[in-house]
């Protein structure tokens, strides 16, 4: 009978968001180590929060239990690990890491002891109160043992029982005198030994590309790197049988004392907006819904709201409040308010234009009715997701808008958002060509030569007509290589304007660097894992175009003698349109590239509708989805001959001649024709975008195909319809 394995929680783990050192994502090590039966996992980046969230939604979609760290060196050597036990010590423990990498340049960060030590620094005090995060020395094997002694000693003084020394066992020369030394420490300094794995991988096959890491990092190839690279490839998620031979049973079971005092998890985290948008004496609630009725009645419906409008309004309304978004609402509003009264121009745009709301509260100038979009597209109660409204700003005038959100709530309540930047097809493929120590002009021509189209694929008639042999071991390392490492994430840039603003310190729930762009500061969480968190961001943004259409509206008010707003412009200048059924739309935003020029006169748009078709069809989506041609052939079909396949479907395809042009259009037939909810339409949409994850489109068309053939469809139409969604799907 085999012998039971022990249960095991790995405690040091750095993934690939410590950039150029760890070899595999954060959802990669937490499915190994669900693989592999571990109780816990902690993912324990250098001075780093970047790739918990990842690991978090992973972790909660298996069931393993995550914790949360960090692994940090002191100035003066000293290498630590923290773990969060609670919200507080998780607060403590994005404090810190705030403190370290703000005073350090972009991408590098600075610790002292006396950071830590309340003693010393009575200032420092807040920043970690110790029954709130755990302490582990790393004792590196470089260091003598008066001074590991001495390290330990300083950890037991200013940690007290909350404080352990890791035993790192990866079969390295000298193992069992390093596990002696280590023994002898704990014994001399009162202080317990816990078992770690001092993890950079998932799998021990990633080694080579561990390697190559290492390699950029250092700027050499690997064959230059020789002591710098890892010695073996036992840095990876061991087997726990494999583990029950390297360490004692004491240091596994400690490993599972440590996992209990961690209960942290980020659903504990809760964003909460500033309060200074709301006036003394009024609720959120009550004070969007008096700026939604007075933005309605004094500036977009002065004879009254008709009463269509009326029950939009009080939806939104509705569900706004349901879901508590009104601190959204109104700290955008807050800002299009201050960027009017300094005469900026902005405009609110995307899938904010589908709201009534916004359109009262000037968010945007779009009126959503002459759109017949559907307001789930923007909020959503199933999707459960916050609201995205994104406000473009003149760019020569964006800069006073983010000083007055600075200034208003101050530089520790607010940061710009990161932008993850990974690894693409052409960079991957020069990083690991230089690491294979292959010829640079040889690898940059191949580089070149890769297109969109090839995705990952690296084909050998691409490597022989750059003079690579494709059955060449080496050349088989670097597709190999270069596959992997696409979409690792090389470091964090600065988005292009995503606010992150708190109610209390930003710090407290994500840690803060330097961007490297003067005065700015940066979260270190991107859109994706803010959305992941249900954590609410502004999106500040800059558009030349504003700047121009500000300077003619000025031009045209100094010439004609009257003041000009961006409203006051006629939708059906025939003058206008002349012009752009002629192509002539040099410069001018959104229809000038040639694709679009060409399609003008065939198209020949004559309203403003036309205008919002032209700008859509001319896109991949439309054109894979066939869609092109059977529009321009309905266009000109007198209305009574385009097959609309009954009412239903009419009233989603009348605009558009029968031919589904816009995501919108697909939820709506969804909604009247295949008994979708809105909630279940919208889902339907976010399964097309493709471009940021497979869209099991399969699932939906499923109940699509069983929805329109229960009121009575052809089933012929219906596998068109899908046809032409899985065209949105590629390109959506």
């Known amino acids: 009978m085999l012998p039971s394995l022990p249960s095991y929680a790995e405690l040091h783990c750095r993934s690939n968001f410590t950039f150029l050192h760890g070899a595999s994502h954060p959802e990669e090590l937490v499915e190994r180590a669900c693989d592999l039966g571990y109780s816990s ?26 914790i949360i760290g960090s692994e940090i060196k002191l100035a003066c050597g000293t290498k630590l690990l ?4 609670n919200k507080t010590g998780y607060g403590n423990l994005s404090e810190l890491i705030t403190l370290a990498r703000r005073r350090a340049a972009k991408g590098s960060y600075t610790l002292y002891r006396s950071d830590l030590d309340a003693q010393a620094d009575a200032s420092a005090a807040h920043l970690m109160y110790l029954q709130d995060c755990l302490a582990i020395l790393l004792p590196q094997r470089s260091a003598s043992y008066d001074e590991l002694s001495e390290q330990a000693a300083w950890l037991r003084q200013t940690f007290g029982t909350h404080a352990w020394i890791a035993v790192e066992l990866l079969h390295w020369s000298g193992d069992e005198h390093w596990h002696a030394q280590l023994k002898e420490l704990s014994a001399q300094q009162s202080l317990p030994l816990v078992a770690m794995g001092d993890v950079l991988m998932h799998v021990r096959s990633r080694k080579p590309l561990q390697d190559t890491l290492t390699a950029v990092r250092l700027g050499k190839s690997i064959a230059e790197c ?28 400690e490993t599972l004392r440590l996992a209990e005092l961690c209960t942290f998890s980020l659903e504990e985290l809760r964003y909460q907006y500033p309060k200074e948008i709301v006036p003394a004496g009024e609720t959120m609630s009550a004070y969007l819904r008096r700026l939604t009725y007075e933005g309605a009645t004094q500036r977009r419906y002065k004879n009254g709201i008709p009463e269509k409008f009326q029950k939009q309004i009080e939806h939104e309304l509705s569900l706004i409040h349901e879901l508590r978004y009104e601190p959204y609402f109104l700290t955008v509003y807050d800002i299009v308010k201050f960027a009017r009264s300094r005469n900026i121009l902005c405009q609110g745009r995307g899938s904010a234009a589908n709201s009534i709301v916004c359109y009262c509260l000037g968010i945007t100038e779009v009126d959503p009715q002459r759109s017949s979009v559907l307001f789930e597209r923007f909020i959503s109660r199933e ?13 020569q005038r964006r800069e006073e808008v983010m000083q007055y959100i600075y200034t208003k709530y101050g530089r520790h309540r607010a940061a710009l958002t990161a932008a993850l930047i990974t690894y693409r097809p052409r960079s991957a493929m020069k990083d690991v060509g230089k690491a294979l120590g292959l010829d640079f002009e040889q690898i940059n021509r191949l580089s070149q030569s890769h297109k969109w189209w090839d995705g990952k694929q690296i084909g050998a008639d691409r490597l022989q007509e750059n003079g690579f042999d494709p059955d060449s071991p080496m050349v088989q390392k670097l597709v190999e290589l270069t596959q992997t490492l696409i979409g690792f994430p090389r470091h964090l840039s600065q988005h292009t304007g995503g606010f992150v603003i708190s109610h209390d310190s930003l710090a407290r729930l994500v840690p803060i660097e330097n961007a490297a762009m003067k005065d700015r500061n940066v979260i270190e969480w991107d859109k994706d894992d803010l959305d992941a968190l249900g954590l609410l961001k502004v999106d500040i943004l800059a558009l030349g175009m504003l700047s121009a259409i500000q300077r003619a509206l000025k031009m045209i008010g100094q010439r004609r003698g ?15 349109y002349e012009m752009i059924c002629a192509a002539d739309t040099i410069g001018v935003f959104q229809i000038e590239s040639r694709a679009q020029m060409s399609m003008l006169p065939r198209l020949r748009p004559t309203c403003y509708y036309d205008l919002v078709i032209q700008v859509a069809i001319v896109r991949p989506g439309p054109i894979q989805g066939g869609m092109v041609h059977p529009y321009l052939k309905n266009r000109r079909l007198p209305e009574d001959q385009i097959n609309y396949y009954g009412t239903a479907i009419k009233k989603a395809l009348v605009r558009t001649c029968g031919v589904p042009i816009f995501q919108e259009q697909v939820m709506q037939i969804a909604v009247l024709a295949a008994d979708f909810t809105p909630g279940e339409a919208d889902d339907l949409r976010r399964s097309m975008a493709a471009w940021k994850r497979k869209g099991n489109l399969e699932k939906h068309g499923v109940k699509l195909k ?18 032409q969604i899985k065209g949105f799907g590629e390109y959506g």
């Open 41 to 66: 996992l902690a993912i324990t980046d250098e001075c780093s929060l970047a790739g918990v969230v990842r690991a978090h939604v992973e972790a909660k979609k298996r069931g393993l239990h995550l």
């Open 82 to 85: 923290f773990l969060a036990r």
């Open 226 to 253: 020789g002591m710098d690279l890892q010695p073996n490839a036992e840095q990876h998620l061991r087997s726990r049988l494999r583990l029950s031979q390297v360490y004692p049973a004491a240091l596994l079971e």
């Open 383 to 395: 999707r459960n997701e916050p609201p995205d409204i994104d406000v473009d700003f003149e760019h």
């Open 562 to 576: 009257c003041h000009m707003e961006m409203q006051d412009i006629p939708d059906d200048d025939a003058a206008t």
């Open 706 to 723: 069983a929805g329109l053939a229960r009121n009575g469809y052809d089933p012929d139409f219906a596998d068109r319809l899908f046809e």
